[in-house]
C-alpha cells in the first residue's frame, strides 16, 4: 500500500515547499521546521532515488533558498485551528496490489465476519455470526432479565385476555377510536393507536402491543446506559424497576395512554442523549433533535401532561455549545404536529387549542383553600369558591371535579366549553397569585405521597383499586358511549371487538399475578433515594443527567400543580429516574452516553487507523478495522 509520507504533508501545507524529495523538513503544523542539512549534488534523496530532471529543478530550487534560510524556512507561524482549516484534506492511500499466492479475505474484512463492514466507528449493531455471539455473551445479564420480563408478562396475557379496564377513561378512548376526533376533555392521540389496531377487533393485540411498548423502554433505558459506558450489571440494576415493577406491568394491560405515553417521551429523550463515538459528540444533531421533537409532541398529543417538556428540552440543550440549532431544530419539530392537531380541534370545536379542559381541573385545585374575600374577582368570577363547610371536607381534587353540585357544573351545562375553560382558568389563576402559600402546600403534599412506603386510598378507594390486578370480570356501566352513536360505553366496546368478550379472568394465572403484584414493586422511599442519587449524577454528569432528571421532575409535578395526585401519574417517572440514578456509576465527566472516555476511545482509534487528525502515520501497509 503506498504511504503516507510526510513530503506530500508539506506540499499540501505550504506550495512553496516541494514534494517529498525536498530537503527541508516540515515538521509541525506550527511554521517550525528542522535544520537545514544541503544535499551532495547527484546523491540520492531520503524518499528515493532522483528520477527526472524536473525532480532536480526543485532540487535546485531548494538549495537557492538554503542561503537565506530564514526566509523560507521559518514561515509566518499560524496557530493549530489555522493550520487546520487551511491545510487541505490528505488524499487516502492506494489499495495494496493483491497477492496471488494469499488467500483472498471474507467480504467485509477480517473483522466482520462476512457481514459486511462497518459504515461508521462505534457502530451500534454487530455485524456477523462472530460479533452476534460476542454481543450475546456481552449483554447476557440483560437478555437473561429480559425473559424474565417477558415472561411476566406473558402470564399477565394469559391471565387477562381481554386486557383491563380504567372507569371513565378507557370507555373515552374506545370510543374515540370507532369515531376520531379531537375532544374537548382530552388529547386523543392513544385512540388513534386504537384506530389503527381496530381492523383486528381484537383487545388482546391492544394489551400485547403495550406489554412491548414497555419493554422496548427498559432495551432503550439499558442501551443509553451502556453507551454511557456503565458496566452490564450496574445497567441492567437501572433497568430492573422497570422490568420487573408489579404496577408498571399492571399499567401496561390496562387500556390506557399512560404505556404510550411513556414510550414516546423515553423515546424522544434517547434520541438527544444517544451520541455517535467522535470528538463532535457533545451536542445533539438537528436530526437528532427534530426526531426527538416529533416523538415529544406526539408524547403530548397522547397525554396533554407532556406539553410542558416542549418549552422545557430546548433550553436544556441550549446550555451545550452550539445547541441554538438542536434547540431550533427541535421547536420546529414539535411545533408542526401540535399546531396542526389545534387546527384540527379549531374545526371541530370552534378554538385553537388543544383542550378546553384545564380550567376545570385548576379549579379544582384551588378550590379547597380559595377564599373569595382574598381574592379580587371580577363579576363573572364571583360564586365560583366553595362553601367553607365542603372545603373543611378536603375532599381531593380528582373527586371533587366530577362532583355535580359544585358552583362550576351548577353554571354551566358543560365545563369544558370554551368560555366556561376561560373563566374557571382566570379564577385559578387569580386564587394561586392570591394564595401562593395555600397553593404550593397543596402542592408539596401531593407530591409527598409519591414517596410514602403504603400507598393510600387517593383520591378514593375505587380509583387505587383499578391500578391492582383482581380476582373476577369487571362490570361495565350503562352510562352514554363516547363513539358518537348514542350507545353505551358497553355498546362502544362490544362494537370494537365485534361482540368478545370485553373482560375474561383465568383465575390460575390471574392469582399469581395478584400474588407478585403484591410483593414486587418500587416503594415510595425508593423512589425518593432515586431523585437524590439523580440530584448527584447531574454534579458528576452535567447535562446528561440533568436532562433526565429535569424531565422526570416535570412528569411528577405538573400533573400535581394542575390537577392533582394519582398513582398512575407516577410510573412515567421511573425510566428518567432509573437513568439519572444509573448515570451516576458513569465513568468520565463527559455531557452525553459516552462521556469523555468516549471521546478518548475515538483518539485513539484516529491515532492508530491513520484517519484525518490522527498522530500516528503509519509507514506499513494498513488493514481496515
Known amino acids: 500500500m503506498a504511504k503516507i509520507d510526510d513530503g506530500n504533508i508539506r506540499a499540501a501545507e505550504n506550495p512553496r515547499v516541494g514534494p517529498a524529495t525536498s530537503p527541508f523538513r516540515r515538521t509541525s503544523l506550527t511554521g517550525c521546521c528542522a535544520p537545514f542539512t544541503p544535499e551532495t549534488p547527484g546523491a540520492p534523496s531520503v524518499d528515493g532515488p532522483v528520477t527526472d530532471d524536473t525532480d532536480r529543478g526543485r532540487r535546485s530550487t531548494g538549495r537557492q533558498f538554503a542561503k537565506f534560510p530564514a526566509i523560507w524556512a521559518f514561515p509566518r507561524r499560524v496557530s493549530l485551528r489555522q493550520a487546520a482549516v487551511r491545510t487541505p484534506p490528505l488524499r487516502a492511500p492506494d489499495p495494496p496490489e493483491p497477492d496471488p499466492s494469499k488467500p483472498e479475505p471474507p467480504e467485509g474484512g477480517p473483522a466482520s465476519g462476512g457481514g459486511g463492514r462497518r459504515s461508521s466507528l462505534g457502530s451500534a449493531f454487530p455485524q456477523g455470526a462472530a460479533e452476534w455471539r460476542a454481543s450475546t455473551r456481552r449483554h447476557a445479564l440483560f437478555l437473561i432479565a429480559l425473559l424474565g420480563a417477558t415472561a411476566l408478562r406473558w402470564t399477565t396475557l394469559r391471565a387477562y385476555p381481554s386486557g383491563l379496564w ?24 392513544y385512540s388513534m393507536l386504537l384506530w389503527l389496531l381496530r381492523p383486528a377487533h381484537s383487545l388482546y393485540l391492544i394489551v400485547f402491543v403495550q406489554h412491548v411498548l414497555g419493554l422496548a423502554v427498559a ?4 442501551a443509553l446506559l451502556r453507551r454511557a459506558r456503565l458496566p452490564g450489571w450496574a445497567a441492567v440494576l437501572a433497568a430492573l424497576p422497570v422490568l420487573y415493577d408489579g404496577y408498571q406491568i399492571e399499567l401496561e394491560h390496562l387500556v390506557m395512554s399512560e404505556t404510550l405515553f ?18 463532535d459528540r457533545a451536542r ?23 406539553a410542558p417538556l416542549i418549552p422545557l428540552l430546548p433550553l436544556v440543550l441550549l446550555l451545550w455549545r452550539g445547541g441554538w440549532r438542536s434547540a431550533v431544530a427541535f421547536g420546529t419539530a414539535a411545533a408542526v404536529p401540535l399546531l396542526s392537531y389545534a387546527f384540527w380541534f379549531q374545526q371541530v370545536n370552534g378554538t385553537f387549542a388543544l383542550t378546553t379542559s384545564d380550567g376545570i381541573f385548576l379549579w379544582g385545585r384551588t378550590a379547597n383553600w380559595a377564599s373569595c374575600t382574598k381574592i379580587p374577582l371580577p363579576p363573572d ?10 372545603q373543611a371536607q378536603r375532599i381531593p381534587p380528582g373527586r371533587l371535579d366530577w362532583i355535580g353540585t359544585i ?6 351545562r358543560f365545563v369544558a366549553a370554551p368560555d366556561a375553560n376561560r373563566t374557571l382558568r382566570d379564577f385559578a389563576f387569580r386564587a394561586i397569585l392570591a394564595q401562593p402559600r395555600a397553593y404550593a402546600s397543596d402542592v408539596l403534599r401531593g407530591v409527598g405521597y409519591t414517596f410514602e412506603n403504603r400507598r393510600r386510598p387517593y383520591p378514593n378507594d375505587t380509583t387505587e383499586m383499578l391500578y391492582h390486578f ?21 355498546g362502544d366496546i362490544l362494537t370494537y371487538t365485534r361482540g368478545g368478550a370485553p373482560s375474561r379472568v383465568n383465575l390460575p394465572e390471574a392469582k399469581r399475578m395478584i400474588a407478585y403484584q403484591d410483593r414486587v414493586h418500587l416503594p415510595g422511599p425508593a423512589l425518593g433515594v432515586l431523585f437524590a442519587v439523580g440530584a448527584v449524577a447531574v454534579l458528576r454528569r452535567g447535562r446528561t443527567a440533568l436532562l433526565a432528571l429535569g424531565t422526570a421532575t416535570t412528569l411528577l409535578v ?41 471521546v478518548h476511545q475515538w483518539i485513539r482509534a484516529s491515532r492508530w487507523w491513520g484517519i484525518p487528525g490522527s498522530r500516528r502515520r503509519g509507514t506499513g501497509p494498513a488493514s481496515g478495522p
Open 558 to 598: 405538573f400533573p400535581i400543580a394542575s390537577a392533582d395526585f394519582d398513582y398512575r401519574y407516577v410510573l412515567p417517572v421511573l425510566p428518567f429516574l432509573c437513568l439519572a440514578a444509573g448515570l451516576v456509576l458513569a465513568p468520565g465527566n463527559g455531557n452525553g452516553p459516552g462521556g469523555a472516555g468516549a
Open 470 to 490: 383482581r380476582d373476577r370480570p369487571q362490570i361495565f356501566p350503562g352510562g352514554r358511549g363516547w363513539s358518537g352513536h348514542g350507545g353505551t360505553a358497553l
Open 407 to 412: 358552583p362550576p357544573r351548577q353554571r354551566w
Open 284 to 306: 445533539p444533531s438537528w436530526k437528532q433533535a427534530v426526531a426527538a421533537g416529533a416523538l415529544l409532541s406526539a408524547a403530548t398529543l397522547v397525554r396533554s401532561a407532556g
Open 166 to 189: 380504567f372507569t371513565g377513561d378507557s370507555y373515552f378512548y374506545i370510543g374515540h377510536a370507532l369515531n376520531p376526533r379531537p375532544s374537548p376533555t382530552r388529547t386523543t392521540g
Open 262 to 279: 411513556t414510550f414516546f417521551l423515553v423515546a424522544g429523550v434517547a434520541m438527544l442523549l444517544w451520541r455517535p463515538l467522535g470528538p
Open 219 to 222: 432495551v432503550m433505558l439499558y
Open 381 to 390: 368570577e364571583q360564586g365560583l369558591c366553595l362553601p367553607r363547610r365542603v
